[in-house]
């Protein structure tokens, strides 16, 4: 397994919709076995595949001990009133917001041998189902903020950027800790 490099926000990668996975091979479960190793150097609680430069439809999840590969992982229900809570992004360091969602959701999804399963999911799991399924389509959680916060966020990653260039992100896992945010996905 190997640690990959995350792409930050700018890289035209994290905008780009996914395909879907057509046969789950040795080689994408390579890919899920990186991504989540990625996940967990990074202290995340979800990764995307496009923020590690691909374009797989392919996430990954981890929250509090509740692990999931998601491939070609869709929404089959989403209920109850929208609620606010803080999200961040492995993608967008040292940027949070608040983003409402609904609360219990219902995906589908393959897991690494090609089985297809369902979850339903509320508070911080749902969530981080919600925004990696958002990943897949070239969304992220910014998106979703007040135009006012949007540009307050955005103000402040111009200057968080200057320590990614090229948009890449190298986790380094010997800083264990310094960024560490249990809601960065
Ligand atoms: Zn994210």
């Known amino acids: 397994m190997s640690i990959l490099d995350i792409r930050v926000l700018g890289d035209p990668v994290l905008r780009k919709p996914t395909k879907p996975v057509i046969e789950v091979t040795d ?46 992982p869709q929404l089959v ?44 999911a509320n508070e911080l799991l749902g969530r981080c189902f919600q925004h990696e399924i958002d990943h897949l389509d070239g969304k992220l959680f910014i998106d979703y903020l007040s135009p006012l916060k949007r540009r307050a966020a955005l103000a402040k990653w111009e200057k968080e950027k200057e320590g990614y260039p090229g948009n890449i992100r190298k986790v380094r896992t010997e800083v264990k800790g310094e960024h ?4 960065e996905m």
Request: net charge negative; charged share 30%.
């Open 77 to 120: 229900s989403r209920n109850g009133a929208p609620e606010k809570a803080e999200e961040g992004c492995l993608s967008i360091p040292d940027i949070y917001g608040d983003v409402d969602r609904q609360p219990e959701v219902t995906i589908r999804a393959l897991d690494e041998n090609g089985n297809q399963y369902e979850a339903s």
């Open 180 to 183: 560490h945010h249990e809601t």
């Open 27 to 72: 080689e994408l479960r390579r890919l899920v076995a990186d991504m989540f190793e990625t996940m967990y150097a990074a202290e995340g609680i979800g990764l995307a595949a496009p923020q590690v430069g691909r374009s797989e439809r392919v996430a990954v999840v981890d929250v509090e001990g509740k692990k999931y590969a998601l491939i070609n």
